[in-house]
Every structure is written in structure tokens, then in C-alpha cells.
């Protein structure tokens, strides 16, 4: 459904340049769920704003259901963008809406459906999350995981072929994370939605994932099934999903790293 093919990208200009992903390749199948996880930094969002179209790269290619969207104007951009819902970190739901309003904005803006229809579209919606009788509340009254779950509804809105899940169980409960878990997994076996789950929660991760991708630094070090990475004897994979502090990658930049930054410091 979704390949990445030799893409580029770096910020900024001269010795300010910071290359984030260089010759970065990967592969998202059709009806399946992949995650991508990695510590801070190492690249995650940066991947999710190229397939969303939000970042341009310096180079590569980005074909999604057979199109390369690293080419499209504007226009193109719409269309292809109609083929994705994205579920975003914090929910993004307006505040001044009430439930029912947010979840039928995409319907609203990119179909001509009537009044009527665009409500029972939304009660359906609500319905597949678990959250039919919610349409008259405000976001101030629901609680974090109910926020995820109306973001959920508004993702699939106008059934999308893939869905961006970006965070999606950050700051959740342990049973509000297993909620969100099993709605991906529903989307994705019934209605054979393509997945992609930017994470930090390797247990959830490995709980709903066909296959996921492990970066370090922009570069993919492992990437296969749950039962794979599982399995695995690369040091770094290993202590990254046991989540431990020791090992080959480090908690923070050592004050090498830091150099330049330091020396300006205290020269001023
Ligand atoms: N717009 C930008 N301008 C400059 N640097 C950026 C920009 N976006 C990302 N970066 C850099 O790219 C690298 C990867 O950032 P990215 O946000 O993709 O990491 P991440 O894996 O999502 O981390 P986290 O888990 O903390 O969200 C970082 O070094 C970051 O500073
Ligand atoms: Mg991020």
C-alpha cells in the first residue's frame, strides 16, 4: 500500500545541517498494521509528516496506493488525502464543538451529503468506538481516552484506506490503551484498513503489529514481526524493548555531542 523509497531529508543549512533520514526505505502492506517505534528523536514524526504530505524531502520517493505524492501539487495532494484519516497525538478536536460536530467536520468539508445522512454517519462512526450518546457533549466533558476514541471517529469518517495513528495511547491507562488497542486491530481485520502506529508503548506495539519497524537515529535497525524483535539479539533492540535505561543507546547526548553548544556557553 505504502512504500518508501531512498528518502532524504535534512534541516537547516551549512554547518547548522542536520541530516535526519538519509537513504531511509520501508515498506507499509495493504490491510496490515506496522508500527514504528524508537527512542526521541530518532525519526518517528518526521517519517509521519512525509506520508501525510506535511514535510517535502530533500529527495525519495513516497508511493501510496500506486502514486508518488513527493510530485503532487496541491490538488493532487487533496485527493490522495482523502484516502487516509490520521488520528493525531493529542486528539485535535475542537474545543468550542460539540462531539457530533467534530466527528462530522471531514464529512462536512470533503463530501456534498446531506444534513441528515452526515448525522447517521456520524452516530455509525461513534458506534464503532464505543461512544454512541456522546454526539451533544463538548471535549472539556470527556476524559482522555474518550477524546482518543472521538479523534478515532473522526479518522475514519469518511472511510479511509489507511489511517496515521500518531501516539495514539500516549498518556493513557492501562485499560483505555487496551480500548484504543483493540479498535485499531477491529478497523484493521474488518474493514482492512492499512495501519501505520507511531509509538512508545512496546507492549501495545507488540500486542496489535503485523510487523513493526525499530529506528535509531533515522536508520531502520530492526524491523520484522512482535515475534521477531522478541527474539532478536542486536544489544540496542533488545534494551529498547525492555526499556532499559543501560545499554547501547544512550539516555542522552553525551557532553561530546553537546561540544559546540557547550563551548558556545561559556564563551558567552
Ligand atoms: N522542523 C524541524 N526542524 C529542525 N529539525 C527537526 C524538525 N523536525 C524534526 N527535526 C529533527 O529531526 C530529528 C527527529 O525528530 P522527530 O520529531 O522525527 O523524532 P521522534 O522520533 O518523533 O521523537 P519523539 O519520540 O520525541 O517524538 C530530531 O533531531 C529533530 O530535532
Ligand atoms: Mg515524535
Known sequence: MIQIRHLYKSFGEGDKKTVVLEDFNADFERGKITSIIGGSGSGKSTILKHLIGAYKPDSGQIIIDGED?????????NRVRKKFGIMFQ?????????VEENVALPLREHTDLNESTIRIMV??????????????LKPAQLSGGMIKRIALARAIGLDPKIVFYDEPSAGLDPISIGVIDKLIMDLSRKMWITSVVVTHEIPSAMRISDK?????????????SPQELNNSSDPRVI????????????????????????????AN
Not at 452516530?123 to 451533544?136: D, F, I, P
Not at 545499554?247 to 563551548?263: A, M, N, T, V
Open 90 to 98: 493529542s486528539g485535535a478536536l475542537f474545543n468550542s464543538l460539540t
Open 69 to 77: 505524492i513527493t510530485k503532487m501539487n496541491a490538488e493532487g495532494m
Open 212 to 224: 513493526i519497524i525499530m529506528l535509531f537515529k533515522g536508520k531502520i535497525i530492526a524491523q520484522g
Open 123 to 136: 452516530k455509525m462512526k461513534l458506534e464503532m468506538v464505543g461512544l454512541r450518546g456522546a454526539e451533544h
Open 239 to 266: 534494551q529498547f524493548i525492555k526499556g532499559d535505561p543501560d545499554g547501547p543507546i544512550p539516555f542522552s547526548k553525551s557532553q561530546k555531542d553537546y561540544g559546540e553548544e557547550l563551548k558556545e556557553m561559556s
